[in-house]
């Protein structure tokens, strides 16, 4: 018996049931509609609205677990000011991606950027049909149609939050908090919104719908390389930290890290089955996907420190996982459990190297945002290409096992493309703030610590803290 005969059932007995129990007295709780295909249609709407909602809670709820995962890495007087480098996204992405960001993201442009037709939301309602209608068919946009246009945007608006909190990772611990703010904010709207759109609006310049054909589901290109590349670039402009690399603390707090990345694992549902933009078949295959890659690359990281370093750590545990969290992003409504195995061991044996190869080079990216980040960005894009099926996903492309080689070709420009827009924007906006602002805390402040000098707290209230007086340095 299929769904239709089974409500048409329901309906049915709703109905006695109401003429029984007094018909009109009962109001329209048991009525019976007379279009049975829009009963079905307008459940389907409540259940896909209901699942986006949670979806969107759940990756906003990631950028505090990246907060716990990041804090924890560092030296206990930075943990107040490395928590606030994330959570001050809430604050500002949340206004400014009402005001402009959502129109130069999604509202129709041209291929690489939108207009400024919903800014601060005109016209983003609560229908479930197209979202903006034209005289013209190539006018109408509708990117989710069984949803209220404000239930995708506000989705949206929490990747557009996340993304510039992964960049605070490479600059922790020495860049004015001031700057930082005035960064994210001319970053998420110069650099993620072009390329949101580039990749995923209708007619961008990269992406699926009217492009090149890119693969990105949830966020390999738009997310993790554009975040992982600016923080590349960003550590390099900033110059390494005063104590660095000969003074360099241990991790301050493990279990912070542990409990960031099980926040992050967790949310990461949202972020990757979410982007099916509906609950269903294809969320599911995302949501499967999503935990076998991060279970794979923990694990293979794991192995990889038994065998060459001894002993398997909680850090490269959570690390692991978080690598493969962020290789699977892009491929997660494409590709099969077993290809998802593959592409989180793969992503998580890269960024191991990666991470040892970044000591080697002398950049001091803090907390390894480029090696996981900008480097399982890279590889999981690139290997989308190689795994990517219609049999998961029909209004995807078949990859290079699937007879499809120029996929491959197609990822590695859109990868390239990421490259030059997150890497020029980047070193643009520094330059401006650099000029006029000033990026770094003089020396003092950054070896007595952040907490204090850029907040006027501390996390620990000297407890457990490492107070550490410039004369006795």
């Known amino acids: 018996m299929n769904k239709k005969e089974v409500l048409k059932k329901v309906l049915m007995i709703g109905a006695i049931a109401s003429l029984l129990l007094g018909g009109p007295l009962m109001g329209n709780a048991f009525a019976a509609p007379t279009d049975v295909n829009a009963a079905i249609s307008s459940a389907q709407e409540s259940a896909d609205t209901a699942f986006m909602l949670i979806c969107a809670a759940l990756v906003l709820l990631m950028t505090p677990g990246l907060a716990f995962f990041y804090g924890g890495f560092v030296r206990s007087r930075n943990i107040l000011n490395t928590l606030m480098m994330s959570f001050v996204l809430m604050a500002i992405v949340g206004v400014t ?10 509202a129709p442009g041209n291929p690489f950027i939108g207009g400024l037709e919903w800014f ?17 068919p190539a006018e109408i946009v509708s990117y989710a149609p069984t949803i209220p246009h ?50 995923w609006a209708k007619g961008g310049f990269l992406g699926l719908a009217g492009g090149m054909g890119a693969l990105d589901f949830a966020g390999g290109t738009v997310v993790h390389i554009s975040s992982g590349v600016s923080a590349l670039v960003a550590a390099m402009y900033l110059g390494p930290r005063r104590t660095y690399p000969d003074r360099l603390s241990p991790p301050h707090n493990v279990p912070f890290i542990l409990l960031g990345a099980g926040l992050l694992w967790f949310g990461w549902f949202g972020f990757n089955a979410g982007s099916a933009l509906a609950s269903g078949g294809l969320a599911t295959a995302a949501f499967v996907a999503t935990n076998t890659a991060a279970a794979a690359a ?49 992503t998580s044996f890269v960024c191991f190297y990666a991470v040892s190869f970044k000591h080697k080079v002398n950049i001091d990216d803090a907390l390894d945002t480029f090696p996981v980040h900008g480097v399982g ?23 290079l096992l699937f007879g499809n080689p120029g996929q491959v070709v197609t ?21 401006i703030l650099d000029v006029t602002v000033g990026l770094r805390v003089k020396e003092e402040a950054e070896l007595q610590g952040m907490d204090i ?21």
Do not use: C
């Open 97 to 106: 991606w009402i005001l402009w960001g959502y129109s130069l993201a999604f």
């Open 120 to 136: 601060g939301l005109n016209g983003v309602g609560l229908e479930t049909t197209d979202y903006l209608k034209g005289t013209n």
């Open 150 to 199: 404000q239930a995708f945007m506000i989705y949206q608006a929490m990747f557009a939050i996340i993304t510039p909190a992964l960049i605070s990772g490479a600059i922790a611990e020495r860049m004015n908090f001031t700057a930082y703010s005035l960064f994210v904010l001319l970053w998420s709207t110069f650099v993620y919104s072009p390329l949101a759109h580039m990749v």
């Open 298 to 346: 923990a694990l293979t990281w794991l192995i990889l420190e038994k065998v060459l370093r001894g002993k398997p750590t909680a850090v490269g545990a959570a690390t692991g996982a978080v690598a493969g969290l962020v290789g699977i992003t892009p491929a997660a409504g494409f590709v099969t459990p077993l290809a998802a195995i593959l592409i989180g061991g793969i």
């Open 377 to 399: 960005g890279t590889i999981g894009a690139i290997i989308t290409g190689v795994f990517a099926t219609t049999t998961v996903n029909s209004a995807g492309k078949n990859g």
């Open 411 to 431: 990822q590695i420009i859109a990868v390239a493309i990421a490259y030059i827009i997150a890497g020029v924007g980047t070193w643009i906006i520094l330059k």
């Open 453 to 473: 000098n850029e907040h006027g707290e501390e996390g620990y209230n000297e407890e457990f803290g490492e107070r550490i007086s410039v004369t006795n340095r």
